[in-house]
């Protein structure tokens, strides 16, 4: 069975950096093309980004545009969405999906196959 684990999140101050990492378990995180989403309270959740695997990389979320960048490491087999300059509105739970496909994207986090529990990312000071 194939999971996807997200990790990395916490508290940090505004203007903080974190590195969130996700993880495809029993699987070459290459095979996947993988998501970024979060879900702050009380609102929907949000794509942020989308790397399809062919040294592409979506981004769908102008407000984190210059802060946040998706990449992925096949030495390790993790993908990581790094995060930068911080702000209170970037408290949310940060999800990572995938899906064994390669060259596509979408913004539908029920268009990936494996999605994670998310890890809870809170801004403040």
């Known amino acids: 069975q194939v999971q996807v684990v997200e990790s990395g999140g916490g508290l940090v101050q505004p203007g903080g950096s974190l590195r969130l990492s996700c993880s495809v378990s029993?699987?070459?995180?290459?095979?996947?093309?993988i998501g970024w989403f979060r879900q702050a309270p009380g609102k929907e959740r949000e794509a942020i980004s989308c790397?399809?695997?062919?040294?592409?990389?979506?981004n769908y979320l102008d407000s984190v545009k210059g802060r946040f960048t998706a990449s992925r490491d096949a030495a390790t087999n993790m993908a990581f969405l790094q995060i930068n300059d911080l702000k209170p509105d970037d408290t949310a739970v940060y999800f990572c999906?995938?899906?064994?496909?390669?060259?596509?994207?979408?913004?539908?986090?029920?268009?990936?196959?494996?999605r994670g529990q998310g890890t809870q990312v809170t801004v403040s000071s």
């Open positions: 029993r699987s070459t995180v290459d095979d996947y093309v």
């Open positions: 999906a995938a899906k064994r496909v390669r060259g596509v994207c979408s913004a539908s986090f029920r268009w990936y196959t494996y």
């Open positions: 790397d399809n695997g062919s040294t592409r990389i979506l």
